[in-house]
T-cell receptor
């Protein structure tokens, strides 16, 4: 059981570069989420997708875009990376009123 | 055991003690609450949840208490073990269909 798979696990970008963080779940969950985690800030919601074909902004969406490619996959794109986007990014999925299942995270450094 | 009256970023306990981790939530309309455990280098893992129509729920060695009057949530861990060392997050859901909002987390350190 893979659960939620995130790629890559680590990435270093230069300021202004773009990249896409990939997330896939094999639990047939309807809802998927992207959070970022910074020291002392807990997890903050970037975007979420309540179901295939829908996406909504979270608390900190600026500088990011998302695509719900199909029910399994939800990607997060940084069009022009900035040092302030240095963080650990977590993808999660859920079904109904149950708790989330998280991936193992992508550690992104922007220099 | 050791408890904290307010949210603190760190909690240190001895192996075998009972631990109490507190969390204040923000939205009086929140209907669902979860506690997560995050070990170093890993994603958060579900521990226990509770709905707003309950005030207590027990799991294996863990108990969650909900006080809606003061918007307070606590996680009690019985007979704390070194493997319980981690960061613990509470999370609330404002209403059905919305995403979870997480607290800042408490780092639990267990010494043997």
């Amino acid at each position: 059981n893979a659960g939620v798979t995130q790629t890559p696990k680590f990435q270093v970008l230069k300021t202004g570069q773009s990249m896409t963080l990939q997330c896939a779940q094999d639990m047939n969950h309807n809802s998927m989420y992207w959070y970022r985690q910074d020291p002392g800030m807990g997890l903050r919601l970037i975007y979420y997708s309540a179901s295939e074909g829908t996406t909504d902004k979270g608390e900190v969406p600026n500088g990011y875009n998302v695509s719900r490619l199909n029910k399994r996959e939800f990607s997060l794109r940084l069009e022009s990376a900035a040092p302030s986007q240095t963080s650990v990014y977590f993808c999660a999925s859920s079904e109904g009123q149950r708790g989330y299942t998280f991936g193992s995270g992508t550690r992104l450094t922007v220099v | 055991g050791e408890s904290v009256g307010l949210h603190l970023p760190t909690l240190s306990v001895q192996e075998g003690d009972n631990s109490i981790i507190n969390c204040a939530y923000s939205n009086s309309a929140s209907d669902y609450f979860i506690w997560y455990k995050q070990e170093s280098g890993k994603g958060p893992q579900f521990i226990i949840d509770i709905r707003s129509n309950m005030d207590k729920r027990q799991g294996q060695r863990v108990t969650v208490l909900l006080n809606k009057t003061v918007k307070h949530l606590s996680l009690q861990i019985a007979a704390t073990q070194p493997g319980d060392s981690a960061v613990y997050f509470c999370a609330e859901r404002g209403q059905a269909g919305t995403a979870l909002i997480f607290g800042k987390g408490t780092t639990l350190s267990v010494s043997s």
